[in-house]
């Protein structure tokens, strides 16, 4: 068991990881842009090549490697019981966006992966980043605990007595799109006005202010007073949004990652932690907010945690030798 490998893919709208390990840790992390033209399968055909191309890179024979986890942009739709993914930053079939040069609506990811390695599983980014958590950071061993990203989107990884969400096609915790105000005019990519993501994600708020949401948030920081006033009404809504995710799932813990929470944790967090605290007490007392431990690579040691054998996992914990991927 010890020559075992085990692979990962991270799938992002911009580009793509592929990482090799085996039980000593990861062997090799290889990125390209993600593929955006071609046939349908091109994306999906660009992940199984970028896998060989990591195992040439390693030395390691290409039939050695059967399984391989997943982590990738949503949404998923699901084809003849396999995942498809119909992201709509990458499928030009949704928008017609110029910026998009292909007519793909969903892309047969699982299907073309299957054809090649005998273990694959796919789960959305969140998903990933929650399993990695509680594999190796900060969520081992508690049953009710929910990953949240707030960086150019918002998405959540659900866990409910220690079973993770998945949905009927995969896509629970797309709680970035609940619906928050009515009568606002923060758009979000999907098309909603006033969802969580409309109004507060990196890309969205940014639009709707006319200026970078890392600059809005670095001039909060320094206390310029209007950049205060829309970040401290952010991370309102998000703590809304945190309350209304804990009210449903009876959460304990919430664990947060993402570009914007990374550089603002310290100052965003009490505003947020108060508008979870602060309501129905039975179902809020206790609820803490942690920041998340494996910080960018998250994505890609939750992917391999997908597919990697149970006696590795000790080990993993006491070396962490993901940290080579930094
Ligand atoms: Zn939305």
């Known amino acids: 068991m010890n020559q075992a490998i085990i692979g990962a893919l991270d799938i992002g709208g911009t580009k793509m990881a592929a990482i090799l390990a085996n039980a000593d840790g990861p062997l090799v992390r290889i990125t390209q842009p993600t593929v955006k033209n071609g046939s349908i399968t091109a994306l999906a055909d660009q992940a199984v090549a970028l896998l060989h191309a990591a195992c040439e890179r390693a030395g390691v024979d290409r039939t050695m490697l059967t399984r391989v986890g997943v982590a990738s942009c949503g949404p998923f739709v699901c084809v003849d019981g396999m995942l498809g993914i119909a992201p709509p930053n990458i499928c030009g079939g949704h928008s017609g966006s110029p910026d998009l040069p292909n007519d793909w609506t969903i892309i047969p ?3 073309v992966l299957r054809e090649h390695f005998e273990t694959v599983a796919i789960e959305n980014d ?8 509680r594999t190796f950071g900060a969520a081992i061993d508690v049953p009710d605990c929910v990953y949240v990203t707030w960086s150019t989107g918002i998405g959540f990884g659900l866990c409910v007595d220690g079973r993770i969400l998945r949905g009927k096609q995969g896509n629970a915790g797309h709680a970035g799109h609940m619906l928050m105000s009515p009568d606002s005019n923060a758009v979000c990519g999907c098309g909603n006005r006033g969802d969580l993501e ?6 969205n708020l940014g639009n709707r202010v006319g200026q970078a949401t890392a600059d809005v948030f670095q ?3 320094n206390g310029e007073p209007l950049a205060r006033t829309v970040a401290t009404e952010a991370a309102e809504w998000f703590g ?3 309350y209304n995710v804990a009210a449903t799932l009876d959460t304990s813990l919430f664990v947060v990652g993402g570009s914007v929470w990374e550089h603002h944790a310290d100052w965003l967090a009490p505003i947020v932690r108060e508008q979870v605290v602060s309501r129905l007490p039975a179902l809020t007392q206790g609820v803490t907010i942690v920041t998340a431990a494996l910080g960018r690579l998250v994505a890609d040691v939750g992917a391999l945690a997908l597919v990697m054998p ?3 996992i000790p080990r993993w914990r006491e070396t962490s030798p993901w940290r080579t991927l930094a």
Do not use: D, Q
């Open 109 to 111: 990811l699982e299907k």
């Open 126 to 133: 969140c998903v990933t980043a929650l399993v990695a958590e």
């Open 198 to 203: 409309g109004l507060i994600s990196g890309r």
């Open 219 to 221: 001039a909060a920081a």
């Open 240 to 242: 809304r949004g945190l």
């Open 310 to 312: 149970n006696e590795w």
